[in-house]
């Protein structure tokens, strides 16, 4: 889709800190090692000070399972999804995914309305959660 443009990779995504470092610190063999070589992981929790603004801008996984935003061939969400549409995979959950994504540029339009440009003081946590989703929060 044409429209689908994150800002961001998966490898810049877990070097920037999101999930609070807990998503991929199992570093699944099915994703690239070097993706790995910079990011920001936790082997114990989710730690909000490994998240590029030290903020929780997340939701316990049973939250998205509750919610059925989970697919179940990417029991992990959105990031797992996202990893694999980046490495070529194309799955019939695309459409939703890819929707939910630009679902995010909400939050973007949010951010420029009520923060100075480049001000990553403001609005953390929102800044945080667009990271999560492939938008680079620190430019806007």
């Known amino acids: 889709m044409t429209e689908f443009k994150p800002e961001l990779t998966p490898?810049?995504?877990?070097?920037?800190?999101?999930?609070?470092?807990?998503?991929?610190?199992?570093?699944?063999?099915?994703?690239?090692?070097?993706w790995f070589t910079n990011a920001?992981?936790?082997?114990?929790?989710?730690?909000?000070?490994?998240?590029?603004f030290g903020v929780n801008a997340s939701q316990p996984l049973s939250v998205w399972r509750d919610k059925g935003w989970i697919h179940p061939d990417d029991p992990r969400g959105w990031f797992q999804w996202y990893c694999r549409y980046f490495l070529g995979r194309r799955h019939p959950d695309d459409e939703r995914q890819i929707k939910?994504?630009?679902?995010?540029?909400?939050?973007?339009?949010?951010?420029?309305?009520?923060?100075?440009?480049?001000?990553?003081?403001?609005?953390?946590?929102?800044r945080q959660a667009l990271l999560h989703w492939a938008y680079d929060s620190r430019k806007i």
């Open 40 to 52: 920001k992981l936790s082997s114990d929790k989710h730690d909000p000070k490994l998240n590029y």
């Open 11 to 34: 490898k810049e995504m877990l070097e920037l800190g999101v999930f609070g470092g807990k998503y991929m610190s199992d570093r699944p063999s099915e994703f690239p090692a070097d």
């Open 100 to 126: 939910r994504w630009k679902a995010m540029s909400r939050h973007v339009a949010q951010v420029k309305r009520y923060c100075s440009p480049c001000d990553l003081s403001c609005r953390p946590r929102q």
